[in-house]
Every structure is written in structure tokens, then in C-alpha cells.
């Protein structure tokens, strides 16, 4: 994949990503806690595309965007999360840059 442009380079969706879903699942105590679950592995290109200081309440924290594309689908959304190699990935932005329904380019937020 090309920057600024998506292109079928061979070899570019080198990396295995497994898409996940959140659901709520009962803590015992009458209230629930985020379960994440694999909804498919995938074959993605992973690019650093930027980095941004941040502060929550509790301290300061580095964002890190990354740029990942994937063959198109139709289940991609913001509710979702990319886990590649070990490091989780929340999706902030999708879009299908060419509107051919051939890719997406998903805008994520790197989680520690």
C-alpha cells in the first residue's frame, strides 16, 4: 500500500490481525465487564502514520495512530478493535478510499 494511495502491491497485507467485538458479560456483582472476542483473522498493512500527546485523569499517555488496510467488508466498525501481534488497536475512522468497495483504510488508536 502506497501512502495517499491504496494499491494491490503484492505483499503488502503482511501482517495477521484478528477483529474483535466487545460484549458485556455479568462480573458477579450485578454489574458486567467488557469481554473482547475474535470475529475473524485477517490480512492487514500496518503503517505508524503519526503520534500525539494526550492527558487523562490519571496521567499523561502517548497516542499513537496507525493507518491499517484490509481487503474491504462490510462488518468493519468503530465498536470493533484490531489485535496484531500482541498490540491492540481501537478503529477511529474507516473509509473506503477509492468508493470501489476493493479496500479500507481504518484510522486506529494504538492501546497499551
Known amino acids: ?15 495477521r490481525a ?3 467485538a466487545r460484549t458485556e458479560a455479568p462480573d458477579g456483582a450485578g454489574g458486567t465487564t467488557p469481554v473482547w472476542s475474535v470475529e475473524a483473522s485477517l490480512w492487514v498493512d500496518l503503517m505508524p502514520v503519526g503520534a ?7 496521567g499523561r499517555r502517548q497516542a499513537i495512530s496507525h493507518r491499517v488496510v484490509l481487503r474491504y467488508r462490510t462488518d ?3 465498536q470493533k478493535r484490531f489485535r496484531i501481534d500482541g498490540r491492540v488497536f481501537a478503529i477511529r475512522t474507516i473509509r473506503d478510499p477509492d468508493e470501489r ?7 486506529c488508536e494504538e492501546l497499551s
Open 1 to 15: 500500500m502506497a501512502t495517499g494511495s491504496v494499491t494491490s502491491r503484492p505483499g503488502a497485507l503482511r501482517h
Open 18 to 20: 484478528d477483529l474483535e
Open 52 to 58: 500525539s500527546s494526550v492527558l487523562p485523569a490519571e
Open 76 to 78: 468493519i466498525t468503530l
Open 101 to 107: 468497495r476493493t479496500w479500507l483504510e481504518c484510522e
